[in-house]
């Protein structure tokens, strides 16, 4: 039996979503002069150690209107599903879709036993206006390796403790702030390093979607003072802290923005 998110009917069970990571959406420059991500070599952020707060998956398909700000407005249409695999692993996917965009993202993770989030592998692909962008990631836990392909450069790092790819962190953030943690820290693989991403509660919005509207919690990534590049999402405070918008910022002033349409769960 599926269940639609809509103006009349909104269930209450719901997963993580993100358009994509920030720094793959940015078109792969480098960090800002000041961004805290720069200084991922020699600053080491405290991992959660709340893996107790998360309760078993559920599996969910999520529609979501999606705006590309291509120096003309395009609009598309994402679609986000959550997926149990064999193995206590599942998938979570997004695929972005416009006239001349498309975004493709994966991650495969292991649901351990202790309730953490261990990733496998990653991957993610942009196409617009006929130029491609790709990066994969394969994590070697055995040997605390990441292998890592990004478009055709190959090479591999130190694989720390604790650390997540660019999607399966979304897991753990979801579930933070609906713990109330008003601050995250998290060890993410991301352009061929370990990097902190860092997100803060700022606030409370009334946010207008296609699906409703809803009173919600606005959380912002923190890449430090300077940074011009952001990044918001708003997590309803009712029906079990659904994620109702996304927006990215660019440094130029373009606009990336999802809103919630409607959920399908089973």
Known sequence: MQRWLNRHNLPLVFSLLLLCSPSAQAGGESPPAGDASA???????????????????????????????????????AVRQLKALPDNQW?????????????????????????SIKPQHYNYLRKVLGKKKHRQL???????????????????FALEPQTLD??????????DVK?????????????????????NV???????????????????R??????QRQTFIWFAQEHDHVIVKLEQIEVDGKRYTLLLERLETP
């Open 166 to 175: 660019t999607i399966s962190y979304q897991i753990q953030l979801w579930h």
């Open 222 to 227: 923190d890449r430090g003072e300077g940074s």
């Open 91 to 115: 998938q979570l996917s997004m695929n972005a879709t416009a006239m001349v965009a498309s975004i493709d993202e994966s991650s495969r993770f292991e649901f351990t036993s202790d309730q």
């Open 179 to 199: 713990a109330g943690l008003k601050t995250m820290n998290y060890r993410v693989a991301d352009d061929g390093q370990i990097e902190p991403y860092r997100y």
């Open 138 to 156: 394969d994590f070697d836990w055995q040997k605390a390796t990441v292998n890592s392909i990004y478009n055709k450069d190959k090479h591999s």
């Open 39 to 77: 200084a991922a070599s020699t600053e080491q952020p405290t991992a959660p150690q709340n893996n107790k707060l998360i309760k078993p998956l559920a599996p969910f398909k999520a529609y979501y209107q999606a705006q590309f700000d291509l120096g003309i407005n395009v609009g598309g249409e």
């Open 202 to 220: 700022v606030g409370e919005e009334r946010v207008e979607t296609p699906a409703g509207d809803f009173n919600a919690i606005k959380v912002a």
